[in-house]
């Protein structure tokens, strides 16, 4: 299991967070993670207006559980 964290490409803020991702939908949450965010709390130009397109996703795996 992953978790993806969608950050903000300018400061770093977190935007948007998917926990407990299987393998094999990582990729359909990298598609649809820039929707579900919404703007930077610190101003910068990761708008959802502009689908975050200044964001980047970084992904951690989980430890088993």
């Not at 991702?21 to 919404?38: H, L, T």
């Amino acid at each position: 299991m992953w978790t993806a964290i969608l950050r903000c490409g300018d400061c770093g803020a977190e935007l948007n967070r998917a926990e407990h991702v299987p393998e094999d939908k990582k990729s359909k949450v990298g598609i649809a993670s820039a929707f579900a965010a919404g703007d930077c709390p610190n101003g910068c130009r990761s708008t959802f207006s502009d689908l975050n397109i200044n964001t980047r996703l970084e992904w951690i795996m989980e430890a088993d559980r």
